[in-house]
């Protein structure tokens, strides 16, 4: 048993050395970074846990590089900072910087690796890639206006009476499981515990540096009993989840569509569309797989954003008073925004531009892996490198973005006060990159779009009173996980005025 082991480890090790052999022996030389052990690398060097985003961000101005690189146990890894090296990278070469690298936690033992957002460049992917993509075309969100207009009409009946977090998951919800499987308000409302489990496995499983399997896969093998391998209980229990959400609303959708009675949805006209000469078994794990990945990849996202936009409408009062200005001048007070008025609610536009930069929900993106050696600006990117986009230190580049600390929307509009093509939109940067750009980023800007208008338009937000009637600020911290959620906060909406009582059914008179 002990030579076993021993010669396990030795193999282990010369698989390590030739690793770091194949790396570091190129005739040109890798992006700069921190100093590199044998073997090792910069097992030490590489951010575990909290603000990655942050440290990534003082590497490039401690190595005065916008592309880092760090190795450690025989992984590449290269870090992009600057939206211009993305732009080259990810999106430009995109036929070799489309894969995705593997995750133990997150890819195997949860099973999230079947869905499109996180599986490899591979045949299964390019299926799910097209359903998603004839599902919610890049551009094309107008199909969708009418219900979500419908959905975010009914969150403004919800903010006065519920907790905020409460009500944009269930707005996030039903949104999403109309577009994705053809669901009602209810039905949708039936599925959010499960689904918010679900999503939030993802999350948590998905933060770099929270499982120690990730940087050693052998524990994978250990039993759940084993002292310090209470992770693989937690995978089994997100596991059942994910299965759980996954295989019902798409079992209900098949049977409708059988039936004829389902509602137009991504899932539905996929199942229609299904070529019935070829394996039909195949083809429904694609279409089950893309659904769940569009409500994976679109539920607490959309809610990290909106809830971002509330807090900073409470930490920014001179914004929201800007942003009502402009509602009340277009459209009258009292009235509720369409899409038809977006070109002329500029500001609006613009605070949905500054709540994605400000506050990015992914500030570092969905890892990339590169297929093949490359040479960029004549530095060597390695096959099999983990390429990370830091989206935070693109969103708060200097020169892109002056003063990037501030919350401040006017950063793009002109002299005018039109929108400025100038000025880099943040969603260029925020929805992902080349042939892994969001399929839902149409979708996602459109809702919350309306939703800002929509909200702005009925109520003013105000910060919850403490027991002296004084207002209570709220943190300033973000959280730590992969997505950029704010800290828990409470807050007062309050009508702007007497028809919007009315029309809300907040009118008690």
């Given at each position: 048993?002990?030579?076993?082991?021993?010669?396990?480890?030795?193999?282990?090790?010369?698989?390590?050395?030739?690793?770091?052999?194949?790396?570091?022996?190129?005739?040109?030389?890798?992006?700069?970074?921190?100093?590199?052990?044998?073997?090792?690398?910069?097992?030490?060097?590489?951010?575990?846990?909290?603000?990655?985003?942050?440290?990534?961000?003082?590497?490039?101005?401690?190595?005065?590089?916008?592309?880092?690189?760090?190795?450690?146990?025989?992984?590449?890894?290269?870090?992009?900072?600057?939206?211009?090296?993305?732009?080259?990278?990810?999106?430009?070469?995109?036929?070799?910087y489309s894969s995705r690298p593997f995750a133990v936690m997150l890819g195997e033992?949860?099973?999230?690796?079947?869905?499109?957002?996180?599986?490899?460049?591979?045949?299964?992917?390019?299926?799910?890639?097209?359903?998603?993509?004839?599902?919610?075309?890049?551009?094309?969100?107008?199909?969708?206006?009418?219900?979500?207009?419908?959905?975010?009409?009914?969150?403004?009946?919800?903010?006065?009476?519920?907790?905020?977090?409460?009500?944009?998951?269930?707005?996030?919800?039903?949104?999403?499981m109309d577009a994705t499987y053809g669901f009602n308000t209810e039905e949708a409302?039936?599925?959010?515990?499960?689904?918010?489990?679900?999503?939030?496995?993802?999350?948590?499983?998905?933060?770099?540096?929270?499982?120690?399997?990730?940087?050693?896969?052998?524990?994978?093998?250990?039993?759940?009993?084993?002292?310090?391998?209470?992770?693989?209980?937690?995978?089994?229990?997100?596991?059942?989840?994910?299965?759980?959400?996954?295989?019902?609303?798409?079992?209900?959708?098949?049977?409708?569509?059988?039936?004829?009675?389902?509602?137009?949805?991504?899932?539905?006209?996929?199942?229609?569309?299904?070529?019935?000469?070829?394996?039909?078994?195949?083809?429904?794990?694609?279409?089950?797989?893309?659904?769940?990945?569009?409500?994976?990849?679109?539920?607490?996202?959309?809610?990290?954003?909106?809830?971002?936009?509330?807090?900073?409408?409470?930490?920014?009062?001179?914004?929201?008073?800007?942003?009502?200005?402009?509602?009340?001048?277009?459209?009258?007070?009292?009235?509720?925004?369409?899409?038809?008025?977006?070109?002329?609610?500029?500001?609006?536009?613009?605070?949905?531009?500054?709540?994605?930069?400000?506050?990015?929900?992914?500030?570092?993106?969905?890892?990339?892996?590169?297929?093949?050696?490359?040479?960029?600006?004549?530095?060597?990117?390695?096959?099999?490198?983990?390429?990370?986009?830091?989206?935070?230190?693109?969103?708060?580049?200097?020169?892109?973005?002056?003063?990037?600390?501030?919350?401040?929307?006017?950063?793009?509009?002109?002299?005018?006060?039109?929108?400025?093509?100038?000025?880099?939109?943040?969603?260029?940067?925020?929805?992902?990159?080349?042939?892994?750009?969001?399929?839902?980023?149409?979708?996602?800007?459109?809702?919350?779009?309306?939703?800002?208008?929509?909200?702005?338009?009925?109520?003013?937000?105000?910060?919850?009173?403490?027991?002296?009637?004084?207002?209570?600020?709220?943190?300033?911290?973000?959280?730590?996980?992969?997505?950029?959620?704010?800290?828990?906060?409470?807050?007062?909406?309050?009508?702007?005025?007497?028809?919007?009582?009315?029309?809300?059914?907040?009118?008690?008179?």
């Amino acid at each position: 048993m002990i030579l076993a082991v021993a010669a396990l480890l030795v193999l282990s090790l010369v698989i390590l050395y030739e690793s770091w052999r194949k790396t570091f022996s190129h005739q040109y030389p890798l992006p700069p970074g921190p100093k590199k052990l044998p073997i090792v690398g910069n097992l030490f060097d590489v951010p575990k846990s909290g603000r990655v985003w942050l440290e990534y961000a003082e590497l490039s101005r401690r190595y005065k590089s916008d592309i880092i690189h760090l190795g450690a146990l025989g992984n590449s890894i290269v870090i992009l900072n600057s939206a211009r090296i993305a732009n080259e990278l990810l999106d430009k070469r995109s036929s070799i910087y489309s894969s995705r690298p593997f995750a133990v936690m997150l890819g195997e033992l949860t099973g999230w690796g079947s869905v499109f957002a996180f599986r490899p460049n591979d045949d299964l992917w390019k299926a799910q890639r097209k359903i998603m993509n004839q599902a919610m075309p890049i551009g094309e969100s107008q199909r969708f206006h009418p219900m979500l207009i419908r959905v975010t009409q009914d969150l403004l009946r919800d903010l006065p009476h519920f907790d905020i977090l409460e009500s944009l998951h269930t707005w996030a919800a039903v949104l999403i499981m109309d577009a994705t499987y053809g669901f009602n308000t209810e039905e949708a409302k039936a599925y959010l515990p499960t689904a918010k489990v679900a999503t939030e496995s993802v999350v948590i499983a998905g933060t770099p540096g929270a499982f120690y399997v990730d940087q050693f896969p052998i524990l994978k093998y250990l039993p759940e009993w084993f002292p310090g391998a209470g992770f693989k209980r937690k995978a089994r229990e997100w596991s059942d989840m994910r299965s759980k959400m996954t295989e019902e609303p798409f079992r209900l959708t098949k049977e409708r569509v059988a039936m004829g009675t389902a509602r137009p949805s991504l899932a539905s006209v996929a199942l229609e569309q299904m070529d019935h000469d070829q394996d039909l078994i195949k083809q429904e794990e694609v279409i089950k797989t893309s659904s769940v990945a569009a409500y994976g990849g679109g539920s607490d996202t959309t809610v990290t954003a909106l809830q971002s936009f509330i807090w900073a409408m409470l930490m920014n009062p001179e914004v929201q008073t800007n942003a009502q200005h402009e509602l009340d001048q277009v459209l009258g007070v009292g009235n509720l925004p369409s899409f038809n008025e977006e070109a002329s609610l500029p500001y609006i536009t613009a605070v949905v531009r500054e709540t994605l930069r400000y506050n990015p929900v992914a500030p570092i993106g969905v890892p990339h892996k590169l297929t093949e050696d490359d040479i960029y600006e004549g530095f060597f990117l390695p096959k099999g490198s983990v390429i990370v986009p830091n989206v935070w230190s693109m969103l708060y580049s200097v020169e892109d973005y002056p003063q990037p600390h501030l919350f401040n929307p006017s950063r793009f509009l002109d002299a005018n006060g039109n929108i400025n093509p100038k000025v880099k939109n943040p969603a260029a940067s925020a929805f992902g990159f080349g042939r892994r750009i969001c399929p839902g980023k149409s979708i996602a800007l459109a809702s919350l779009w309306i939703a800002v208008a929509s909200i702005l338009s009925c109520y003013s937000i105000e910060p919850e009173l403490n027991e002296n009637g004084k207002p209570n600020k709220p943190q300033t911290d973000s959280g730590l996980t992969l997505l950029n959620q704010v800290p828990p906060f409470k807050c007062r909406f309050v009508p702007r005025s007497k028809e919007i009582e009315v029309f809300l059914g907040l009118d008690s008179s």
